[in-house]
């Protein structure tokens, strides 16, 4: 039997080598973030963990996993972990809600967003008594991924602001050339 460990190269970017260490355990990390302040690399990253695990035990695993990213990324100055429960059940839903009004309504938060060329696919789904909203936006094709995450999350925010009754809220860009409605 052959077990591979993924070990990332000193000439790799640091976000691949942070990355590997995750891997190598088994773990997922995102939103790995990197700043330079005054010469030492400060990292910050969400990690997910099994949401049955207890706080304690989580934190286990995030000091191991730290040691072990500071032991293989020795440039690091600093890293700060954000632990999310990743699920581990399948939530059963209540029904699939139509809403007209909450629907024009984020509609009409969207228009004033001008990277968003459509809004369509909306579904409002009831999930132990809380409201899901998921969307289709359209966005010009060229527009950079950090541009569209910066304003998926801004309008994901003004949606729960102004719908306080949403409990999550899950947008899909997609290019203008592939919108398939």
Do not use: W
Not at 82 to 93: F, K, M, V
Not at 94 to 122: C, G, N, S, T, W
Not at 135 to 155: E, F, G, I, K, N
């Amino acid at each position: 039997m052959v077990h591979s460990s993924p070990r990332a190269l000193r000439s790799e970017n640091i976000f691949d080598r942070i990355r590997a260490v995750a891997t190598r355990n088994n773990l997922n990390v995102h939103d790995v973030s990197v700043q330079d302040l005054e010469g030492k690399l400060h990292v910050e990253q969400h990690l997910e963990l099994d949401e049955r695990l207890s706080l304690k035990d989580a934190h286990e695993e995030v000091t191991k996993l730290e040691s072990e990213i500071r032991r293989d990324v020795p440039e690091i100055s600093s890293i700060l972990t954000h632990i999310e429960s990743e699920p581990s059940t399948i939530e059963t839903g209540d029904e699939i809600v139509r809403d007209a009004k909450l629907e024009r309504r984020l509609k009409a938060i969207a228009a004033h967003f001008p990277e968003v060329l459509d809004m369509h696919d909306i579904q409002v789904k009831r999930v132990r008594d809380r409201l899901y909203v998921s969307c289709h936006c359209t966005m010009s094709d060229d527009l950079p991924l950090s541009r569209v995450h910066d304003t998926s999350t801004a309008l994901e925010i003004r949606f729960k602001q102004e719908a306080p009754e949403l409990f999550r809220v899950l947008i899909h860009p997609e290019p203008r050339t592939d919108n398939r409605r």
